[in-house]
């Protein structure tokens, strides 16, 4: 089974957090590509979809929004699984403000995508530059961003969760055979 996970990542977490995807699901003995969504112009050889976006001003990257475009015949008729990161989550009722501010439900209706997995991301406002900065500070819908703005808060025990509960959902099983014998 070929498997895309696709990223849109404007500072490396998201991207991280794609590659630990792909290395988990690479267990169940499946062919996975982890690729920049931008990178994937065509989704026809692909059986299921793993996706995910850093969420920049209240909104996932135009990279996923373009993506949904060009690839909604495929994604329509595979399984997809969506994923958001960003720090609003780490708030109270962050998950439901995320699910209700950060992503495009009629969009996600459409394809028929209805597992969004929602994770905090990682922010170090040294890292990004002064415009970047405005925008945070002038888009951010939360209360608490200047508690939020050092950190790598990346939960690696929640994002392998929802992989499993993927992979369960799906029957995978591992394949030992595989596997280079450990001493
Ligand atoms: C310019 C900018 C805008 C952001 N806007 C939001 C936002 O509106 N809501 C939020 O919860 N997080 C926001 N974040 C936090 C990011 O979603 C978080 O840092 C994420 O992990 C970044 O992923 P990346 O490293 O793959 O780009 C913003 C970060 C930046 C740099």
Redesign the pocket.
């Known amino acids: 089974m070929n498997v895309l996970v696709g ?1 849109a ?7 991280e957090m794609a590659e630990f995807v792909g290395r988990l699901l690479h267990a169940y003995d499946l062919n996975v590509t982890v690729a920049p969504l931008n990178d994937v112009q065509d989704c026809s050889s692909y059986d299921l979809f793993v996706i995910g976006s ?5 909104m996932w990257l135009q990279e996923m929004s373009l993506f949904l475009e060009r690839c909604a015949e495929a994604l329509t008729s595979h399984p997809t699984h969506l994923f958001i ?5 780490l708030e109270p009722d962050g998950v439901e403000h ?1 699910l209700e501010y ?1 992503v495009h439900q009629p969009t996600l209706e459409k394809l028929g995508i209805d597992n969004i997995g929602v994770f ?4 170090d406002v040294n890292d ?1 530059d002064w415009n ?2 405005w ?2 500070a002038s ?4 209360t608490e961003s200047s508690k939020h703005v050092n950190h790598d808060y ?1 939960d690696w025990y929640a994002i392998a969760t929802w992989v499993h509960q993927i992979a369960k959902t799906m029957n995978l099983k591992p394949n030992f055979a595989q596997e280079e014998h450990v001493e």
């Open positions: 990223y990542s404007a500072h490396g977490s998201t991207a850093a969420i920049h001003a209240g990161t960003c720090i609003r989550v995320s950060y905090a991301g990682k922010l990004i970047e900065r925008l945070l888009a951010y819908d939360g990346r």
